[in-house]
């Protein structure tokens, strides 16, 4: 009768107005060595009487582990691995036992790491992964399971979680992702439930193949709200942890490691915050020095991370735009035509150093390297957004230094260029505005003010005071005013 007793008592442990006398009977103890049994009937009802009995009892909790009921639900979790219902009932037990001290260091004796690794990967539903992950998160928080749970595969396994759901849109994938990412930060760097605390963990990371750490690390860094969990990051010195892989793997050539890294370091550069503490730390001179990398995507990857670490920042955009020798390499990868995306960061990067510094310095070690006529050309890019961008940075040199700039600008025939972009009917508002924008500095010089009138500008900014975008007709008025000396 012994399992018909087990089941009424966990139909009856149901009731929470039930728990108490089933504590004062003492049938907790008496329950206790029936998880030892091999009759899986016998686990299922003793293990569910036993949970819902205990379940919030911190007290009689603390008396489960300290009479020994952890090797059992490993045990559990080990002998019968395929039951659905025995792996649930030994997981939720675990669930609610994982926060307690006494728990956690009985079960760094046991191999639980390796039964929680073989559920991850036997895991079919939200509900089943959602469970072990609260498991695995408490578990974490306890240095020698923590190594535990490297050793045995979890961040691959989790990374494989991660790389199977990223890029769905269904709710329930995007929490799976985002307490996957959680995870292993956790296991990585010492976080605990999305935040990002105590030490990183070397000896964690040491275990772990880098393209895990960083597939997993970017993808916890991308939906961060928190700039304060980025800088924390940083001091942690999780920077310097990506530069050094990097390094290592410049050398050795593995690409994918080396673009995961740069994703990861492009992510934490976003919040202003974060930039400067990066760049106080001499972030950006590590990160050109690694520009010595043979592979385009990778050169590409640097140039944006660079890029994002000179938005906003004049103190950084002022170190890069006096370095010839990386002015050089930016004006020599805006001729690679065949790499697109690198040519692309390259002629973004120049257009950021002068945006973000604004100095007479940088504008003439541009021009010295070549550069303008690049921006020049950029100007007539098939993005927006990059048109733009050439012709604010243009607009500010010569806003800084027309004089130094003339020759080039009638070398590259920007006036020609301009004069396209505000006659093609394709052209967006906000570039023609700028265009306009740009124009204006132009005519501070006499050979230039003599190239605008010769190639009829005027009657096209004529047409452009009936455009249908009020911004646009109000620089058109604007622009023709100074082209008549009117202001």
């Given at each position: 009768?012994?399992?018909?007793?087990?089941?009424?008592?966990?139909?009856?442990?149901?009731?929470e107005q039930m728990k108490k006398?089933?504590?004062?009977?003492?049938?907790?103890?008496?329950?206790?060595?029936?998880?030892?049994?091999?009759?899986?009937?016998?686990?299922?009802?003793?293990?569910?009487?036993?949970?819902?009995?205990?379940?919030?009892?911190?007290?009689?909790?603390?008396?489960?582990?300290?009479?020994?009921?952890?090797?059992?639900?490993?045990?559990?979790?080990?002998?019968?691995?395929?039951?659905?219902?025995?792996?649930?009932?030994?997981?939720?037990?675990?669930?609610?036992?994982?926060?307690?001290?006494?728990?956690?260091?009985?079960?760094?004796?046991?191999?639980?790491?390796?039964?929680?690794?073989?559920?991850?990967?036997?895991?079919?539903?939200?509900?089943?992964?959602?469970?072990?992950?609260?498991?695995?998160?408490?578990?974490?928080?306890?240095?020698?399971?923590?190594?535990?749970?490297?050793?045995?595969?979890?961040?691959?396994?989790?990374?494989?979680?991660?790389?199977?759901?990223?890029?769905?849109?269904?709710?329930?994938?995007?929490?799976?992702?985002?307490?996957?990412?959680?995870?292993?930060?956790?296991?990585?760097?010492?976080?605990?439930?999305?935040?990002?605390?105590?030490?990183?963990?070397?000896?964690?990371?040491?275990?772990?193949?880098?393209?895990?750490?960083?597939?997993?690390?970017?993808?916890?860094?991308?939906?961060?709200?928190?700039?304060?969990?980025?800088?924390?990051?940083?001091?942690?010195?999780?920077?310097?942890?990506?530069?050094?892989?990097?390094?290592?793997?410049?050398?050795?050539?593995?690409?994918?490691?080396?673009?995961?890294?740069?994703?990861?370091?492009?992510?934490?550069?976003v919040p202003v915050v974060s930039?400067?503490?990066?760049?106080?730390?001499?972030?950006?001179?590590?990160?050109?020095?690694?520009?010595?990398?043979?592979?385009?995507?990778?050169?590409?990857?640097?140039?944006?991370?660079?890029?994002?670490?000179?938005?906003?920042?004049?103190?950084?955009?002022?170190?890069?735009?006096?370095?010839?020798?990386?002015?050089?390499?930016?004006?020599?990868?805006?001729?690679?035509?065949?790499?697109?995306?690198?040519?692309?960061?390259?002629?973004?990067?120049?257009?950021?150093?002068?945006?973000?510094?604004?100095?007479?310095?940088?504008?003439?070690?541009?021009?010295?390297?070549?550069?303008?006529?690049?921006?020049?050309?950029?100007?007539?890019?098939?993005?927006?957004?990059?048109?733009?961008?050439?012709?604010n940075a243009l607009a500010i040199?010569?806003?800084?230094?027309?004089?130094?700039?003339?020759?080039?600008?009638?070398?590259?025939?920007?006036?020609?260029?301009?004069?396209?972009?505000?006659?093609?009917?394709?052209?967006?508002?906000?570039?023609?505005?700028?265009?306009?924008?740009?124009?204006?500095?132009?005519?501070?010089?006499?050979?230039?003010?003599?190239?605008?009138?010769?190639?009829?500008?005027?009657?096209?900014?004529?047409?452009?005071?009936?455009?249908?975008?009020?911004?646009?007709?109000?620089?058109?008025?604007?622009?023709?005013?100074?082209?008549?000396?009117?202001?």
């Amino acid at each position: 009768c012994a399992v018909k007793a087990a089941h009424v008592l966990s139909e009856i442990a149901k009731n929470e107005q039930m728990k108490k006398p089933c504590i004062e009977a003492d049938l907790v103890p008496t329950l206790i060595p029936l998880l030892e049994s091999t009759d899986q009937e016998m686990l299922l009802h003793s293990g569910r009487a036993i949970g819902r009995i205990c379940y919030d009892n911190r007290d009689l909790q603390e008396e489960l582990v300290k009479v020994g009921v952890i090797p059992s639900l490993v045990r559990i979790l080990t002998d019968y691995a395929e039951s659905e219902p025995l792996v649930h009932v030994a997981l939720l037990a675990l669930y609610n036992l994982a926060d307690l001290d006494s728990a956690k260091e009985a079960l760094s004796m046991t191999k639980v790491a390796e039964q929680l690794v073989k559920q991850l990967r036997r895991a079919e539903s939200h509900e089943r992964l959602e469970i072990v992950f609260e498991v695995l998160q408490a578990l974490a928080e306890n240095d020698a399971l923590k190594v535990q749970l490297v050793e045995a595969g979890v961040p691959e396994v989790l990374s494989e979680i991660l790389l199977r759901l990223h890029g769905s849109s269904q709710a329930q994938d995007t929490c799976i992702v985002k307490a996957a990412s959680d995870l292993i930060v956790s296991l990585l760097l010492g976080g605990k439930k999305g935040t990002v605390t105590g030490q990183i963990h070397k000896e964690s990371i040491s275990k772990t193949s880098p393209i895990v750490f960083l597939t997993s690390l970017t993808c916890w860094v991308l939906p961060l709200s928190s700039d304060g969990n980025c800088l924390r990051m940083i001091q942690l010195g999780i920077i310097h942890q990506l530069l050094d892989l990097l390094e290592k793997h410049v050398h050795s050539g593995d690409t994918s490691v080396q673009q995961a890294a740069l994703s990861a370091l492009q992510n934490l550069a976003v919040p202003v915050v974060s930039k400067v503490q990066m760049l106080e730390e001499g972030i950006a001179e590590r990160i050109e020095a690694l520009l010595r990398s043979e592979s385009p995507p990778v050169q590409s990857k640097l140039l944006g991370t660079l890029r994002m670490l000179a938005d906003g920042q004049a103190d950084a955009a002022e170190i890069l735009g006096q370095d010839p020798l990386l002015l050089n390499r930016l004006v020599q990868w805006c001729n690679v035509s065949d790499h697109s995306g690198l040519c692309g960061e390259a002629h973004r990067l120049l257009a950021s150093i002068l945006q973000h510094n604004r100095s007479l310095e940088v504008v003439k070690a541009i021009q010295a390297a070549q550069g303008v006529k690049h921006l020049v050309s950029m100007t007539t890019s098939e993005h927006a957004v990059m048109q733009n961008e050439a012709l604010n940075a243009l607009a500010i040199a010569s806003a800084i230094d027309l004089e130094t700039l003339e020759d080039s600008f009638k070398e590259s025939q920007l006036v020609q260029s301009l004069h396209k972009l505000l006659k093609d009917d394709n052209t967006s508002p906000e570039v023609k505005y700028n265009s306009m924008g740009l124009l204006c500095r132009l005519l501070n010089s006499g050979d230039l003010r003599q190239e605008i009138e010769k190639d009829k500008i005027k009657d096209t900014l004529e047409r452009l005071c009936s455009h249908s975008n009020a911004n646009v007709v109000k620089e058109a008025i604007t622009t023709l005013q100074v082209l008549r000396g009117e202001t």
